[in-house]
């Protein structure tokens, strides 16, 4: 299937069209200084905006202390991993809660970037005013944008917009230097993104790509955010992916990971490799794979994580 066939194809089985943008009636709620001795401290902002008129959501904004409107930096958005922690979203990377392993939004801060941290819906902010929680409203939730016509992942693509939108609002921030990173969850949100989004310049994943074929044969349960009604018919996953070239994608894996069978992650890396080949941009698609190594972000694929983004944004 041609390409734009495919991304035709793909933006049906999403849920169609996106939405114009409302206003962001955007608003600074709470702000601390994180002071460091090494001279990479930062500004925590807790802020607020409007995803959709009647979708008003709060996120978490790192701004290195050395940047300013007069000097502003590049911006990345992070989108948090599920790991079945609903209570967790935009605090884990922010650095407030959770692994530290994942407190990735303070380390890119530390590295001189602008970060937004955002909640997915369902999870941490984006659960109040809901009866349901925890698995049981994101499987509502699931099914509500279903009968709808969409899916979970059509919102969740929306509402990573609206982050860019807002990230690059920001005086302090570089509009023209975006870009995106996740780990599990938050790995597929990049590849979901990153064809709707050409703001993003560089987008990294770490951790998850579970092609429907892998899903099928090892009989996975993954969560909504894969799962795209109607969409095994024109292709996989990879095809999606391979809709960002020819804008620059690292993705990381671990062999032993169960979530993303590593004979699959082969495949879908050759799918990848060719859409860009395709478009004569075979330097901006890496990929690490790293041996004896399961779901988790080891020093090794972090470290190829922030080369990729020195190489791209700064």
């Known amino acids: 299937m041609a390409v734009a066939d495919f991304r035709e194809r793909l933006l049906e089985c999403l849920g169609g069209p996106w939405p114009d943008p409302s206003p962001l009636n955007a608003k600074v709620l709470e702000t601390k200084v994180v002071e460091s ?22 996120a978490l904004l790192l701004i290195p202390s050395s940047s300013s409107p007069a000097r ?3 911006g990345i958005c992070i989108w948090h991993q599920h790991n079945g922690e609903w209570h967790l979203g935009k605090s884990e990377p922010a650095g407030l809660a959770g692994n530290p392993m994942h407190h990735t939004g303070v380390a890119l801060a530390r590295e001189g970037y602008a970060v937004l941290c955002i909640d997915a819906i369902g999870f941490e902010d984006r659960q109040r005013n ?10 509502f ?12 992942a059509w919102k969740n693509i929306l509402d990573m917009r609206r982050a860019v939108d807002y990230l690059s609002s920001r005086a302090e921030v570089r509009a023209d230097r975006l870009g995106c990173y996740g780990h599990s969850m938050g790995s597929t949100h990049t590849w979901l993104v990153g064809p709707w989004e050409p703001r993003l310049k560089a987008l990294a994943g770490n951790c998850c790509l579970p092609t429907y074929a892998g899903i099928h044969k090892h009989e996975l349960l993954h969560c909504f ?11 996989d996953t990879p095809d999606i992916a391979a809709q960002i070239a020819p804008r620059a994608l690292h993705l990381n894996f671990g062999d032993q990971d169960d979530g993303s069978p590593i004979e699959e992650v082969h495949r879908g890396v050759e799918t990848i490799q060719r859409a860009y080949q395709a478009q004569h941009a075979e330097n901006s698609f890496t990929w690490f794979i790293q041996e004896n190594t399961g779901h988790v ?11 990729f983004f020195a190489r791209h944004l700064k």
């Open 141 to 152: 939730l699931f099914l509500k944008y279903v009968v709808a016509g969409k899916c979970m």
């Open 72 to 74: 502003p930096v590049p």
């Open 37 to 58: 001795t090494q001279g990479d401290g930062y500004r925590l902002e807790k802020v607020e905006y409007d995803n959709e008129p009647d979708d008003r959501v709060a």
């Open 130 to 139: 809901y009866h349901l929680q925890a698995g049981n409203l994101e499987r």
């Open 225 to 235: 955010p894969n799962f795209v009604p109607g969409l095994n018919r024109y292709g």
């Open 297 to 307: 972000l080891s020093p090794e694929m972090w470290e190829k994580t922030r080369t």
